[in-house]
C-alpha cells in the first residue's frame, strides 16, 4: 500500500488510544444493568472519555485545527481551512446494550472536502481508512465496493426512521460509520438514510468515494439533517429509482 500521511497516522493513534477505554468499557456494560443509576449515563461518560482522548491526541499533534465533534459541537481555531471531525462512539445504542457494533470516525476537512477518513472498529479489530487519490483501505488490505449489478442480488442497509418502507432487500444495524464502511468493503452493496450528522458520516464519504463508490452531492458547511444515498456504481441508478419517494 502506499505510505500513509502524517494526519492520517495522527487520526490511527487517536482512535486506538480511545478504543483501550472503549473495550473495557463495553465489557462492563453487563454489570452496569443492574445498578440503579442506569447503563445510560455511563454511556454518555465513555462517548466524554473517549472524545477526550481523541481531542487531546489530535491537538497535540495539530493545535491549530478546528474541530467538529459530536459532544463538544463546534471549535474553530486558527486554521479554519482544517477542520477534524469526530464521532468518538458511533451506535451509541448497539454500545448501551452490549451489542458488539459501533464504531469510533475521524475525518479532516481540508476547505470544502474530505480529504481523510478512519471509521475503527475496535471490539472486532477492523479500521477502515482512506486518503484522497490514496485509495480505500481496511487493516491494511485494498478495499473496492462490490460488482454486483443486479438489485434483487443486492443487501443495502439504512438507520433511523424509514417513512416508506423500499422494495429493497436492506438490514438496519445502528451504526451509521459502519455502513458506510461495509458499503466500501464490498459487505453491503448500498446505504440510504436522511436526518444525519455530519459526524456520523463524515469519514465514511471519503472512503467510500476510494473504494469507487457513488454519492449524492453532501454540503459539508451543513452539519445536520443531511441526506445521504451511497452505492456502486453500478446499481446507483437502480437505486435511486427504488428510492424515488426517500
Keep these: 500500500m502506499n505510505s500513509i500521511s502524517a494526519n492520517l497516522n495522527i487520526m490511527i493513534r487517536a482512535s486506538e488510544k480511545a478504543s483501550k477505554i472503549l473495550i473495557r ?27 477526550k482522548i481523541i481531542l487531546e491526541e489530535l491537538k497535540k499533534a495539530r493545535p491549530n485545527y478546528s474541530i467538529i465533534s459530536e459532544e463538544s459541537g463546534v471549535e474553530k481555531n486558527k486554521d479554519k481551512n ?46 477502515f481508512f482512506a486518503e484522497k487519490d490514496n485509495g480505500a483501505f481496511f487493516n491494511n488490505q485494498r478495499i473496492r465496493v462490490s460488482k454486483k449489478n443486479q438489485i434483487n442480488d443486492c443487501l443495502f442497509v439504512t438507520g433511523g426512521k424509514t417513512e416508506n418502507q423500499p422494495d429493497l432487500p436492506y ?27 455530519l459526524w456520523d458520516i463524515a469519514a465514511g464519504i471519503i472512503i467510500v468515494k476510494e473504494a469507487g463508490g457513488v454519492l449524492n452531492e453532501i454540503d459539508l458547511s ?18 435511486l429509482q427504488k428510492l424515488d419517494n426517500f
Design 222 to 239: 451543513i452539519i445536520k439533517n443531511i441526506k445521504i444515498i451511497a452505492s456502486t456504481a453500478d446499481i446507483n441508478s437502480k437505486l
Design 25 to 51: 468499557d463495553f465489557g462492563e456494560i453487563e454489570k452496569l444493568q443492574v445498578s440503579k443509576k442506569g447503563p445510560a449515563d455511563f454511556v454518555t461518560n465513555a462517548d466524554l472519555k473517549a472524545e
Design 82 to 127: 482544517n477542520t477534524w471531525i469526530v464521532d468518538p462512539i458511533d451506535g451509541t445504542v448497539n454500545f448501551l446494550h452490549g451489542i458488539p457494533h459501533f464504531a469510533i470516525s475521524i475525518a479532516l476537512k481540508s476547505k470544502d472536502e474530505i480529504v481523510s477518513g478512519l471509521i475503527f472498529d475496535p471490539i472486532k479489530n477492523e479500521m
Design 171 to 197: 438490514r438496519k444495524t445502528g451504526s451509521a460509520a459502519l455502513d458506510m464502511a461495509y458499503v466500501a468493503a464490498g459487505r453491503y452493496d448500498g446505504y440510504f438514510q436522511y436526518d444525519l450528522n
